[in-house]
């Protein structure tokens, strides 16, 4: 409908995830009218990122060197590994300040559905790092949904032969939500889970 | 919470409109997991956008020449004028296949809250160009919000001592909507516009 480069912009920004043709073309428009130098700045971290971001060769997390910041740092503890499906859910977790361990980035779940199997995962790297001798605890962190569930059971498989403590995050009642919202499924989980109150 | 251009990256995202933080972190990551073909490709498109589309001199249409693609068509009736707030309403209006005049594209709507005046319209280029004498209807076709309604009128009030025929499109419910969910204003409105059939 528009002329030439405008189109190529909005088919361009439309093929952004979660970005559909409406947005695509909000934000077409709003880069037109900004600034030049905004535009250019947003063009030039566009390339940069894709120069210099790679992914750690441990843990798979983002990184801008051979190995991602978490992983060169010698005060986390190296017995305790968190594996979890993005790079994104290490930021999820570091932002709660609970884990001082390490990570890894499976990069997805197990899906039959979209054709992801275990090998299309970093599986295999994870058994390389877990047959060390240093790990001793494994928290399966991926998602609570039926594909995180799926790779968590799939994992525990695999793990728990080698003898090591495999852990999953609770499921239960988000912390200030509502007893009466909660879906059946969380709800149930939750009773599952139940603590005793030591008071 | 990323490593730096990582973070820049997701930041300058979130600028975008209609970009939360969440969805330029998405965003970001796809990115980053993408065809750097792709990203460059898209990085090339903003600067090449910004570099090549201007503002067409006579209704301030996007453009690529001096003039957009419609003011430089010879088979667009002159004697009307149809006259938006946005590119993008042109596009929507185009769509319809209904207009065969031509535009005016005012850059906004008055809006005191926001601080957009008449004077941060293109409201003298608007009264420049009926002076024409060419020009015999205006279509205010601005949004069916307050401050499209308020343009209109303000529009309508400048107008109207010109003896030009001034118009605006009918409000009235969705076609394919449901009355039900209409709400009471547009279903107002439509009683304020019902037509007489003649069968």
Chains 1, 2 share one sequence.
Do not use: W
């Not at 852990?167 to 009642?173: D, E, F, K, Y």
């Amino acid at each position: 409908m528009y002329e030439g480069v405008v189109q190529d912009l909005i088919d361009e920004l439309g093929h952004l995830p979660n970005i559909g043709p409406k947005s695509a073309q909000r934000i077409a428009f709003h880069l037109l009218q900004a600034d030049p130098a905004d535009v250019r700045r947003l063009a030039e971290v566009l390339i940069r990122a894709k120069e210099q971001v790679r992914f750690c060769a441990v843990c798979f997390n983002v990184a801008e060197q051979q190995e991602c910041k978490i992983c060169r740092d010698p005060r986390r503890d190296p017995s305790s590994l968190c594996v979890v499906e993005e790079s994104k859910d290490v930021v999820a977790v570091e932002k709660t300040r609970e884990f001082r361990g390490r990570y890894h980035v499976l990069g997805g779940a197990i899906s039959p559905i979209d054709g992801v199997g275990p090998d299309d995962l970093r599986v295999k790297e994870l058994l390389k790092r877990l047959a060390d001798g240093v790990i001793t605890e494994v928290i399966l962190a991926t998602d609570p949904n039926l594909e995180g569930e799926a790779t968590a059971t799939y994992l525990a498989r695999l793990i728990k032969p080698l003898g090591l403590r495999v852990t999953r995050l609770a499921s239960g009642l988000p912390v200030g939500g509502d007893l009466e919202y909660a879906d059946e499924v969380t709800l149930g989980r939750a009773f599952e889970g139940r603590r005793q109150l030591d008071v």
